[in-house]
Nanobody, 122 residues
């Protein structure tokens, strides 16, 4: 059974940093695309960052502030978030797909974590 478990969320002041982790089990994702999405209250789930064949992709809103990385030996995905602002407040989800091709479309991902809350106070 494939599981993705996020951790590292919490409450932080504007300008602060957090590092999210996504531990995968039940499948080796070293050759698969993985990504981070987020969903704020009353809004649709939106793309944040992805890692796969060809490198990395970022949403314009987080470019130069967030960094996605992965440790294939630990089957773990990370999201380093710097210079956080209140607009970054959301539940952050880890996702993986059975393909090496990155995508910003939630519907193409096959596996999802349960999410971790990130709250940025002003």
């Amino acid at each position: 059974q494939v599981q993705l478990v996020e951790s590292g969320g919490g409450l932080v002041q504007a300008g602060g940093s957090l590092r999210l982790s996504c531990a995968a089990s039940g499948r080796t994702f070293s050759s698969d695309a993985m990504g981070w999405f987020r969903q704020a209250p009353g809004k649709e789930r939106e793309f944040v960052a992805a890692s796969g064949i060809g490198g990395r992709q970022y949403a314009d809103s987080v470019k130069d502030r967030f960094t996605i990385s992965r440790d294939n030996g630990k089957n773990t995905l990370y999201l380093q978030m710097n210079t956080l602002n209140p607009e970054d407040t959301a539940v952050y989800y880890c996702a993986a797909r059975k393909s090496m091709v990155m995508s910003g479309t939630p519907g193409v991902y096959d596996y999802w974590g349960q999410g971790t809350q990130v709250t940025v106070s002003s």
